[in-house]
C-alpha cells in the first residue's frame, strides 16, 4: 500500500505565496481597467471595478477614493462617507479624502460636521480655496447669510477673481430680495464668463426674479363628500425698478356638490417692495364676483398688508393683516365666507 506523506508547513507557505503572486496580475489588471473607466468617465463601470479590486484589496487607497466619489455624485452619501473614513484610515493625511469627506457630508444636508471637515482643513492651510467655498456654501445652505458671506469675501481675499465666489454672493442678495445688486453682478459675471453654466444658472435665477414672469394653472379637486373644485388660474408679474415688484392674477373658481354649483370671479394684485436686506413689504388687493346656488351674485373687495424680515437668514419672521377668501364648495360660496388674519 503506498503511503502518502503529509506536505510540510513550508510547503504550505510556499503554495499559498505562490498563488498570491499568480493572482497579482489578475488584480492589476482589474485595477488598471478601473482606472481607465474612470478617466473614460465611464463611472458605472469604474465603480464595479473598484468594488471588486476592494474585494481583493481593501486597504487600496486610490480605489477607496475614487470609488467614494462616483458614489457620492450618485447621491449614494452614507456609501461614499464610509469610503472616504476607510481612505482617510490608510492615508491620514491626505486632504484630498479628508476634503472630499466634507464636501459629501455638505451635500447630504450635514452642514455641523461639513463645517467641522472644512475648519480642520483651513487649519492646516488658510488659503485652501476649495475648502473656503465649501465652508460658505455650508452656510448659505443653512440660511446662515452673514456667515456665509464672510466666507465668501474671505475666498476673493485669497482668490479676488473667483467665480464661484461672485457667484455664491450674487445669490445671496437674490435671496434677500437684493434683487438689483444680484441683476448687476450677474449681468457683470455674464460679461466677463459668457459660457460659464454657473454663471448662466445665476442670470436666469435673477432674471425670473427681476424680469417678467407669467404662469398658468389648470386644476381639479375632489373630496370624499363630493365636492368638486376646477381652478383656471393665470397670474405674472415683472420689476418696477431695483427694490419694487407688480405681481398680478385672475382666475375662475368653479365648485360643485349634490346642492348645485357655484362659481367665482377673482382678479388681484400683489405690490413688493423690499425696504432692507431680507426685508419684504406687501400690500394685496384683490376683487371676487361670487355665482350663488340660486344664481344671485355678490361681491368682496379682499386683501391686506404683510411684512417679512430674515428673508436670508436661517429664522425669519412673517406678520400680516388680511381678509382672505374660501374658495372651495357651493355651500361656502353661498354663504360668501371669508377669514381674517
Known amino acids: 500500500m503506498k503511503k502518502y506523506r503529509p506536505i510540510p ?7 499559498i505565496v505562490t498563488a498570491i503572486v499568480a493572482c497579482l496580475p489578475v488584480w492589476a489588471g482589474v485595477a488598471e481597467d478601473a482606472d481607465r473607466a474612470w478617466v473614460s468617465g465611464d463611472h458605472v463601470t469604474a465603480l464595479e471595478l473598484y468594488d471588486r479590486v476592494l474585494e481583493e484589496q ?3 487607497f486610490q480605489a477607496l477614493l475614487r470609488s467614494a466619489k462616483i ?6 452619501f452614507n456609501e461614499a462617507i464610509e469610503r472616504y473614513d476607510r481612505a ?3 492615508d491620514p493625511d491626505d486632504r484630498e479624502a479628508a476634503f472630499g469627506r466634507a464636501l459629501t457630508l455638505s451635500w447630504d444636508g450635514r452642514f455641523k460636521d461639513a463645517r467641522a471637515g472644512f475648519k480642520t482643513l483651513l487649519e492646516e492651510d488658510s488659503s485652501d480655496v476649495d475648502s473656503l467655498l465649501g465652508l460658505a456654501r455650508t452656510y448659505a445652505w443653512a440660511g446662515r447669510s452673514p456667515q456665509a458671506r464672510n466666507a465668501y469675501q474671505d ?19 437674490l435671496w434677500a430680495g437684493e434683487i438689483g445688486r444680484a441683476a448687476e ?10 459660457d460659464h453654466e454657473e454663471v448662466a444658472k445665476l442670470d436666469d435665477q435673477v432674471s425670473r426674479s427681476a424680469g417678467a414672469w407669467w404662469r398658468v394653472d389648470v386644476s381639479q379637486i375632489d373630496d370624499t363628500d363630493d365636492n368638486r373644485l ?13 427694490q419694487v415688484r407688480l405681481d398680478l392674477g385672475a382666475g375662475r373658481y368653479e365648485m360643485s356638490d349634490p346642492t348645485g354649483e357655484t362659481s367665482i370671479d377673482s382678479v388681484h ?19 371676487d364676483r361670487r355665482t350663488r346656488t340660486d344664481d344671485t351674485t355678490n361681491s368682496d373687495v379682499l386683501g391686506g398688508l404683510s411684512y417679512s424680515w430674515g428673508l436670508d437668514r436661517r429664522w425669519q419672521v412673517h406678520a400680516s393683516a388680511m381678509r382672505m377668501p374660501i374658495r372651495y364648495s357651493p355651500a361656502i360660496t353661498d354663504a360668501g365666507i371669508t377669514f381674517d388674519q
Not at 71 to 76: G, T
Not at 185 to 194: D, F, G, T
Not at 274 to 286: H, I, K, L
Request: proline content about 6%; charged content about 20%.
Open 230 to 242: 376646477r381652478r383656471y388660474l393665470v397670474s405674472g408679474g415683472f420689476g418696477l425698478g431695483r
Open 71 to 76: 458614489l457620492s455624485w450618485n447621491s449614494r
Open 155 to 173: 475666498v476673493l481675499g485669497t482668490d479676488p477673481d473667483n467665480v464661484d465666489a461672485r457667484i455664491g454672493l450674487a445669490y445671496l442678495d
Open 88 to 90: 482617510i484610515a490608510v
Open 58 to 60: 481593501p486597504k487600496n
Open 9 to 15: 508547513p513550508r510547503s504550505f507557505g510556499r503554495i
Open 269 to 287: 394684485t400683489i405690490l413688493s417692495c423690499y425696504p432692507g436686506t431680507g426685508q419684504r413689504v406687501s400690500a394685496r388687493v384683490g376683487y
Open 185 to 194: 453682478q450677474a449681468a457683470e459675471l455674464k460679461r466677463e464668463h459668457p
